[in-house]
């Protein structure tokens, strides 16, 4: 790693504990407000420099895509007792990327395991309002359970390719004699159809909700 500068140091130990005591990454907007820059440009210039002498990470198109080096990152924090569990939380997952893959992965959160049935591996950040009706709303966190398989009837978690969509998404599963559905709980969303030549994988069950006040 290259030797920083005062400012440079002091762009990335605000980085650092921004990350450290909210779980996520400061945005461009913050770093400047920060640091008195005039414009978001300005920080942006100095997170490139960061990332280019190897303390930082940038993840395109990610209004908090700043991550620290590997080699810098704390490991993720273990549970406070066997009652707990430390989930990795996905935010966004990109197109042909593993859900738990690296970039995805925002912070670790400790919840209690008891809340949720079966028991999960990670929690995801729901987007949009087609499971309302079954409870899950638009920024939820809902808690996953990793399979490649499900029951009719179960909520899932389903990578769809093709014109269904590209990426992840969270519907009830419906298949019977040999039809296979996505269907929504929520008011003015179809049920999705996937296309028999393109992706489709079940990537994990339903285990509960978790929502901030």
């Excluded at 945005?27 to 414009?39: N, S, V």
């Excluded at 080699?71 to 593993?98: C, E, I, N, S, T």
């Excluded at 049935?117 to 809902?142: E, F, K």
Aim: glycine fraction near 10%; charge should be positive; include cysteine.
């Amino acid at each position: 790693m290259q030797a920083l500068t005062d400012r440079q140091q002091a762009v990335f130990d605000f980085i650092r504990d921004h990350i450290d005591s909210t779980g996520m990454a400061p945005t461009l907007a913050e770093i400047a407000q920060a640091f008195g820059l005039a414009q978001a440009c300005g920080a942006l210039k100095h997170v490139r420099r960061l990332a280019a002498a190897g303390y930082l990470e940038l993840i395109p198109n990610r209004a908090r895509g700043i991550r620290l080096a590997p080699a810098l990152r704390k490991p993720l924090r273990a549970a406070a007792d066997p009652d707990h569990l430390a989930l990795p939380l996905v935010g966004q997952v990109a197109a042909g990327l593993p859900i738990l893959n690296e970039a995805s992965i925002e912070r670790t959160v400790i919840v209690d395991r008891w809340l949720f049935r079966p028991r999960p591996h990670y929690l995801l950040r729901v987007s949009g309002t087609s499971m309302v009706d079954a409870g899950i709303l638009d920024g939820d966190l809902i808690a996953v359970q990793r399979s490649a398989d499900a029951d009719h009837g179960r909520i899932v978690v389903a990578r769809l390719g093709g014109l269904a969509g590209d990426g992840i998404t969270v519907k009830r599963l419906y298949r019977r004699d040999g039809v296979l559905r996505l269907l929504p709980h929520g008011a003015g969303h179809a049920a999705i159809e996937p296309d028999p030549n393109e992706e489709f994988a079940i990537e994990g069950l339903f285990a509960g909700v978790v929502r901030r006040a």
